[in-house]
C-alpha cells in the first residue's frame, strides 16, 4: 500500500479515536448531569426553613391549653427523626417528643403538681444540642392554634387559625409577618388586625405547600414594643 493509503489509514483511525472519546466523554458528562439531578432532587426535602439559626435544635413557644403546657420548636434536619427533651431551669424533664420529618416537634405536658408561673422558664435539648432557654409568659403570647385538616385544607385552601393575646389585657393593634432572617425584627410585614377589649385577636394565614419548609410568622403590636415568639406554620400534606 502506498504512503497515501498509509495516511489514510491513519486518519480514519484518529478519526475513530476521537469519535468514541468523544462519545464516552459524552456519556460521562450526561451521567454526571443525571447524577447532579437525582442529587437535587432526592435532597428536595432538605429545603430549610428561617429558623433555627446559630442552634441547631429551637424552643419556639410555650402556651396554656386546656390544663395543659404545650410545647413547639423545630430544628436543624441533621438531627429529624432524634428525640427532644424539655426540661424546667432546675432540670426537671418535662416532655419528650420526635423531631418529625418537616423539622418541626410538639409535645404538651400536664401541669398536675406542677406550679408553673409566667416566669417559669423551659429549654429543650436534643441530639446534645440545646436551645435558648424560654419563657411562659409572652408579651405577645399564643392562646390557641387550630391547624386545618385534610378535608378543610380542600375547602378553606389550608390556613391555619391562630390566637393570641397581648399582655395587660387592653385593646390594642397588631402587625402580622413573616420571618425572614434570625432576628425578630426581621420580619416581612402581611397585615394588620386589632385585638378585642381583653387583648385577644384571632387570624388565619395559608399553610406552605407540600414539600416546602415551614413557615415562621410573629406578630408584633403597632408601636412595636411587644412582640410574640415565633409561631411555626407547617408545610401541608
Not at 403590636?221 to 411555626?232: E, F, L
Amino acid at each position: 500500500m502506498g504512503a497515501g493509503g498509509d495516511q489514510a489509514i491513519r486518519n480514519w483511525r484518529l478519526s475513530l479515536v476521537v469519535l468514541v472519546t468523544s462519545g464516552l466523554l459524552g456519556a460521562l458528562l450526561l451521567s454526571g448531569i443525571a447524577g447532579s439531578r437525582a442529587a437535587v432532587s432526592s435532597d428536595d426535602d432538605a429545603t430549610t426553613a428561617v429558623l433555627p439559626c446559630k442552634r441547631k435544635v429551637a424552643l419556639t413557644a410555650i402556651y396554656r391549653i386546656n390544663g395543659r403546657i404545650r410545647f413547639e420548636g423545630v430544628a436543624d434536619r441533621s438531627i429529624r427523626g432524634e428525640r427532644v427533651r424539655v426540661y424546667t431551669l432546675d432540670g426537671d424533664p418535662v416532655a419528650s417528643t420526635s423531631v418529625s420529618r418537616d423539622g418541626t416537634w410538639w409535645v404538651s405536658s400536664p401541669t398536675n403538681r406542677r406550679r408553673y408561673t409566667w416566669l417559669s422558664k423551659f429549654v429543650a435539648e436534643a441530639a446534645g444540642n440545646q436551645s435558648r432557654w424560654r419563657r411562659l409568659g409572652q408579651a405577645v403570647g399564643i392562646r390557641r392554634r387550630q391547624q386545618a385538616t385534610s378535608s378543610q385544607a380542600r375547602s378553606s385552601g389550608g390556613k391555619t387559625t391562630i390566637q393570641v393575646k397581648v399582655s395587660g389585657g387592653e385593646p390594642d393593634e397588631l402587625v402580622v409577618g413573616i420571618q425572614t432572617g434570625c432576628s425578630r425584627h426581621q420580619v416581612s410585614e402581611r397585615f394588620d388586625l386589632k385585638t378585642n377589649e381583653d387583648g385577644v385577636a384571632e387570624f388565619s394565614v395559608p399553610r406552605p405547600q407540600s414539600g416546602e419548609p415551614y413557615a415562621v410568622y410573629r406578630v408584633r403590636t403597632i408601636d412595636g414594643w411587644r412582640i410574640s415568639p415565633p409561631i411555626v406554620v407547617k408545610p401541608a400534606g
